[in-house]
């Protein structure tokens, strides 16, 4: 296993500079700190730095995710880890990230400068620098709704989202609908994608008329509303599933003042199960993910990858919780 004086002979320098390099003293300047770091993880030192560690230390890695009021999507995810990786013993610092940090510093150097063992990521898109590190870092960590394939020291952890799919449009059909339209931001994100082609997957599963046309994705809610809803009331649509809970709220709100009844002339189907739901009027139907569950799933992947367990991915079961926004399908010209 790579040494201190491995890293001292690649490089050509003491052994004592090294170690003050890793350590962060204060007498290194930036770029020889730099230098040893990056050169410590191409040796694989990485493990054996993390195994002498008197500090056992995990983070969660948050971007572009409200976490820190309890009506936030990600504070049960975040407190469901903690739950299980608090009492294992890890310390859990909690990161808020931005494109300009990894662009500076990569995942692996970010994680050995800082001690950490292991992250669970929450909130990335494709577009993030650290997407393109984690198809061949070292240091093991799990995505939340990002899939990265091949690499062993990488896992995913998400809700099955064709089961939520195929558990909404199950429903409408039950009551009657064969119309069914389709609102989303935009499809740049994974898990918006996933979402998009897994409601095509549940229409063809029930025999339910798939049409593109009877879909509107926009990066803006607003743009949903003013441009695409209106389309898919005037094509008749009788349902409407909606790839978050904020959209499905803004689009019974919508119908309203355009004249609409909900549920009586549409029906509308949110996803996610935010604290909201419960509280509009009238109440949204959703699919729920358990985010308690998915944090505690993601420390056990992220346990599972430390001990060199290859874990690729965890899916936990989707929920639908039926409210007052769903209703028998009105009959429409």
């Known amino acids: 296993m790579t040494t201190i004086q491995d890293i001292a002979n690649t490089l050509g320098i003491s052994k004592g500079t090294v170690s003050k390099a890793l350590n962060g003293a204060s007498d290194i300047s930036e770029t020889l700190q730099k230098q040893v770091l990056e050169t410590a993880v191409e040796l694989g030192y990485t493990k054996l730095r993390r195994q002498k560690s008197e500090k056992k230390k995990l983070c969660i890695i948050i971007e572009n995710m409200e976490y820190k009021e309890i ?21 859990v610092d909690i990161i808020d990230m931005n494109e300009d940090i990894q662009s500076s ?17 929450l909130g990335f898109t494709p577009k993030d620098p650290w997407m393109k590190d984690f198809e061949t870092s070292r240091t093991p960590a799990v995505l939340y709704d990002n899939y990265v394939i091949t690499n062993p020291s990488i896992a995913y952890v998400a809700i099955d989202n064709n089961e939520g799919m195929e558990l909404a449009v199950s429903h409408l059909k039950s009551l009657g609908h064969n119309k069914i339209g389709y609102l989303s931001h935009d499809l740049k994100s994974q898990i918006m994608q996933v979402r998009y082609n897994a409601f095509f997957n549940a229409l063809r599963h029930h025999d339910i008329e798939e049409n593109s046309d009877y879909t509107g994705c926009s990066y803006y809610i607003t743009q949903c509303m003013n441009q695409h809803l209106p389309r898919l009331l005037n094509l008749g649509v009788t349902g409407i599933i909606c790839s978050h809970d904020l959209i499905a709220n803004a689009a019974m709100i919508q119908c309203q003042q355009l004249g609409y009844k909900v549920p009586e002339d549409i029906s509308i189907i949110g996803f996610d199960d935010l604290p909201i739901c419960a509280y509009t009027s009238p109440p949204i139907t959703t699919i729920r993910q358990e985010r308690i569950q998915l944090g505690k799933s993601g420390y056990y992947a992220l346990d599972s990858l430390m001990n060199q367990v290859s874990i690729g991915t965890i899916l936990l079961h989707a929920k639908l919780v039926v409210r007052q926004s769903t209703g028998e399908a009105a009959k429409r010209e």
């Open 71 to 91: 009506h936030h999507f990600g504070y049960e995810i975040i407190l469901g880890f903690r739950q299980i990786a608090e009492p294992a013993g890890f310390q």
């Open 105 to 121: 510093v990569s995942y692996d150097v970010f994680m050995l400068q800082n001690d950490y063992i292991g992250a669970f990521v």
